[in-house]
């Protein structure tokens, strides 16, 4: 046998096996004598119809079966020849029968790419955010939860500056048509805080029921209209943060100072985790781009495909064209398969592994953290193998990233996110 590589990529090798008819000459005639003892023709007993006539009835299925039979006992051989111990996918290309001279079939093998990570050890510099929360924001949160515990009035005598409308809004053109796609059922919005009143309309005075008609001036482009079927207005009165108040509805603090506080570190926490995702997202890029190699093309494929099956599961009302929903997510599923394929080589490189204890402990941790009524569905549930592969994967993830920050310098880029707010009020 004799396999000649035809092209090759990182991913893929395309290749020609030649086997003289010796080498599979044993497998015709065993296929042959199969097919002849069993085969049943009318008029004839077993074995007495002419042999012409019984080369010519077996002759389709035998070359199909010794095609098959052939490449089968054949491929792992010709894979060993050109190097290859494992891989994802293959296809047969050609195959080409010459009785009594030879047998040729040509193939596609797809793999793994072998992997050279950048040599990271020496060093990555990141410029990473870094978050501050301010009084701005603690302000901001606060008011929130007193929105959260406000008492509402329905109001039917006409809505003032600082009432909430509920609205069926419909933007429609010059002539008065509704433009299909611009209807929003049930939108809440805040008079005086809305977008109609930035850009000039008056809805003062408007009660539950009436429909109105109203023209905005954006910053850019022409006027827009829209017809608003008013369905509701309130009056939020918003309470006071005694500490009467406080203490009967956020139980453990006592007083402004403590509830002020404490929504620091609760915003603190939410940022810190932003800035620790930003900085896994820094270093996920760092790495790709500096290390050179691409994703096979049968793992973009099985992950689109279960990334859609997936989709359609949890939306079965909202259909979408395959071809375009693999179009816009494959450069998702391609940045994911190479991080994958990358994470696995620094995790063998460096003998980085997660233990079944590591697991448990971890599923005991989110059991202990959930209501004590959830506890015992979410035990059956960590008990599926899918989901601990799941927690597995994570403390994986969460171990590589460790053992690349020791090498990472981070020159922070520190932003006070009350600014945000500031940018929100111009």
Not at 97 to 116: A, G, L, M, Q, W
Not at 167 to 181: K, L, M, N, Y
Not at 203 to 210: A, I, N, S, T
Request: charged share 35%.
């Amino acid at each position: 046998m004799n396999t000649t590589i035809e092209s090759k990529t990182g991913v893929s090798t395309t290749a020609q096996v030649t086997l003289d008819w010796p080498e599979v000459a044993d497998i015709h005639t065993e296929l042959a004598q199969k097919l002849r003892k069993n085969l049943r023709i009318p008029g004839f007993r077993p074995g007495k119809a002419p042999q012409e006539m019984v080369r010519r009835l077996i002759a389709p299925q035998l070359e199909r079966d010794f095609r098959v039979q052939v490449i089968e006992q054949k491929l792992p051989e010709a894979l060993r020849q050109i190097g290859i111990e494992e891989f994802l996918d293959f296809s047969i290309l050609t195959t080409d029968v010459h009785e009594n001279d030879r047998f040729e079939f040509k193939f596609r093998v797809e793999y793994d790419p072998e992997i050279v990570p950048c040599d990271y050890k020496k060093g990555i510099e990141l410029t990473c955010n870094q978050y501050q929360v301010d009084d701005a924001e603690v302000d901001h949160y606060l008011e929130e939860l007193r929105e959260k515990h406000a008492e509402i009035h329905l109001i039917t005598d006409g809505a003032r500056p600082g009432h909430y409308i509920q609205a069926r809004i419909q933007e429609v053109d010059s002539a008065g048509t509704p433009i299909i796609g611009h209807l929003l059922e049930n939108e809440t919005f805040k008079l005086g805080e809305d977008y109609f009143t930035r850009h000039g309309a008056n809805l003062e005075g408007v009660r539950p029921d009436q429909e109105v008609r109203i023209s905005v001036q954006p910053e850019q482009g022409d006027p827009r209209a829209y017809e608003l079927l008013i369905k509701r207005v309130e009056e939020h009165v918003l309470p006071e943060l005694t500490d009467d108040f406080i203490q009967a509805t956020f139980p453990g603090v006592e007083n402004y100072q403590a509830l002020y506080e404490s929504a620091r570190r609760e915003l603190q926490a939410q940022w810190d985790k932003q800035a620790e995702k930003e900085f896994t997202d820094q270093l996920r890029t760092y790495l790709l781009s500096h290390t050179d190699f691409e994703a096979p093309r049968y793992r973009i494929e099985h992950f689109l495909e279960e990334m859609l099956k997936d989709h359609q599961k949890r939306q079965p009302n909202h259909p979408i064209d395959p071809e375009v929903w693999r179009k816009q997510y494959e450069p998702v599923a391609i940045n994911d398969i190479r991080w994958y394929l990358l994470r696995k080589k620094i995790q063998a490189t460096e003998n980085l592994t997660v233990s079944p204890q590591e697991v448990d402990e971890t599923i005991d941790a989110l059991i202990k953290r959930s209501k004590p009524e959830y506890r015992d569905y979410l035990r059956t549930q960590y008990r599926k193998s899918e989901n601990r592969r799941e927690i597995e994967n994570d403390l994986f993830e969460s171990g590589i990233i460790r053992h690349l920050r020791e090498y990472v310098t981070i020159t922070p880029k520190v932003i006070r996110t009350g600014d945000f707010f500031k940018k929100g009020d111009a």
